[in-house]
């Protein structure tokens, strides 16, 4: 059947997001999901992840048990402010995207140096005390 390879069913792949100095890291678990099969777009406000996992059509063996999920995804990833889309890179290795998105260089971590504080000038004898002992 040609029409159970592109089946209209939808999943959701799992997804990692992580934050670095530099920019984020998004990583979805796309095993089994062609390149040509995904996209990656971005707008102002997110980072759209789409794509197809096509259910194999296996040449002579009758499917007893399917588990894994397949047809369509999509996944939306609000973008922070600080988030620079014109920084925007995705590679695809042992079926896991990784997409990275850059930090605008206003918005990257500043370390702060801590300096030691002045020392206090301890209060003189004199000042409120009474030396007669009263």
């Known amino acids: 059947m040609a029409a159970a390879a592109e089946r209209t069913e939808s999943w959701t792949p799992a997804m990692d997001i992580s934050e670095t100095g530099e920019g984020f890291c998004v990583r979805l678990d796309l095993a089994g999901?062609?390149?040509e099969d995904m996209e990656?777009?971005?707008s102002e406000q997110a980072l759209v992840i789409s794509g197809l996992r096509r259910l194999p059509e296996p040449e002579g063996l009758a499917l007893s048990r399917r588990?894994?999920?397949y047809g369509r995804f999509r996944r939306t990833v609000e973008l922070p402010a600080g988030?620079?889309?014109?920084a925007l890179s995705a590679a695809l290795r042992d079926g896991v995207l990784e997409v990275r998105v850059g930090k605008r260089a206003g918005e990257?971590?500043?370390r702060v140096e801590i300096k030691a504080a002045a020392q206090e000038?301890?209060?003189s004898a004199g000042v409120g005390s009474s030396e007669d002992g009263k």
């Open 83 to 86: 988030a620079d889309r014109g």
């Open 67 to 69: 588990e894994r999920e």
């Open 108 to 110: 990257m971590p500043k």
């Open 33 to 35: 999901v062609a390149r």
């Open 121 to 123: 000038e301890p209060p």
């Open 40 to 42: 990656v777009m971005v």
